[in-house]
């Protein structure tokens, strides 16, 4: 099921000494390496330390209790946005069930998502979550520094440059065999772009990569993957285009993953930057838009299927 390719997704090493260091060669190399591995493959793959490995491992940890709770209190998790809250474990998606929290770096919105599951309180899993979703988001930052420098566009306030992510905590089970199977349907994230974390030990993740096919990213220690979003395409005028992704699991051991959702400010204008615009050889492909509407566009236009033949972005924008 999985394809045999050579190709890999490129690894990039990311010290947190030179993270966002500009002026500094080490970085525009880094920065110019992501950007074009966004183009090639919509994703790339970064060892970074500024997240240390034992942080990610009490993460997991924590996972695990969150998906004991019974169903009706992970359920709990509700939000009117789509792809918010809990998600999954229904007869599209019967393996894949995930929850959500929006900005849970903030110690508020940590606090609450955590008493909505334990209202007698976990402060292990509270604290957690919030260290884990601030050093992701300083992470975001990081990357959001990457393309901007990597594509050759001045620093500038704007919706790539926003202090929201949905964070999620994922758990796919096993299939009851005897083969492989596609737990999580093939699908864009609508995102800026994600940040994955994967437990070690269970591959899953696969890209699908243009004139390859479907090209494995195994979990690797200390190493996140990033993820193209929707909302780069715009924003890039059609250089970064998001990659379309799929989980296919083997049966005899569930598998766990954490992903930041980087998010634009909803009612902020996402629109191409002067620099990656062009009247003549590269005119603007998008119109002006706000990620609330597109956000109204996918809930309103939500199918069964998350494989798409048209980008849900160049459906709403496309000009």
């Known amino acids: 099921m999985c394809s045999e390719s050579p190709i890999q997704i490129p690894v990039f090493d990311l010290p947190s000494y030179i993270a966002g260091e500009r002026g500094y060669n080490t970085w525009n190399t880094l920065s110019r390496g992501v950007c074009q591995a966004l183009e090639r493959f919509g994703c790339a793959q970064l060892a970074y330390d500024g997240i240390p490995d034992h942080l990610c491992r009490d993460m997991f940890k924590v996972m695990e209790r969150v998906f004991d709770l019974p169903d009706e209190t992970k359920r709990r998790n509700t939000s009117d946005k789509p792809y918010y809250g809990h998600t999954g474990r229904n007869e599209f998606v019967p393996f894949y069930e995930s929850l959500g929290v929006e900005n849970s770096f903030e110690i508020e919105k940590a606090k609450t998502f955590t008493e909505l599951l334990w209202p007698e309180g976990n402060d292990f899993f509270c604290e957690t979550l919030n260290l884990v979703s601030a050093k992701t988001l300083e992470l975001d930052h990081i990357i959001v520094k990457m393309i901007f420098d990597g594509l050759g566009v001045p620093k500038q306030p704007g919706p790539a440059l926003s202090n929201s992510c949905n964070f999620r905590v994922i758990k796919y089970d096993p299939p009851p065999g005897p083969g492989p199977e596609v737990v999580l349907p093939a699908h864009t994230d609508k995102d800026t772009f994600s940040v994955l974390c994967q437990q070690e030990g269970v591959q899953g993740l696969e890209v699908l990569v243009d004139g390859t096919g479907w090209v494995p990213v195994p979990p690797i220690k200390g190493c996140f993957v990033l993820i193209a979003g929707e909302m780069l395409k715009p ?20 598998r766990y993953s954490f992903a930041s959702f980087f998010l634009p400010e909803a009612d902020g204008v996402i629109e191409a930057p002067k620099e990656l615009i062009d009247s003549e050889a590269r005119p603007a492909l998008y119109r002006p838009f706000d990620f ?28």
């Open 292 to 319: 609330a509407g597109f956000l109204d566009h996918v809930k309103a236009n939500m199918t069964t299927s998350f494989s798409l033949d048209r980008l849900s972005i160049d459906v709403y924008a496309a000009l």
């Open 235 to 254: 924003w890039s005028n059609g250089r970064i285009k998001p990659v379309k992704h799929r989980v296919v699991l083997r049966p005899g051991k569930e």
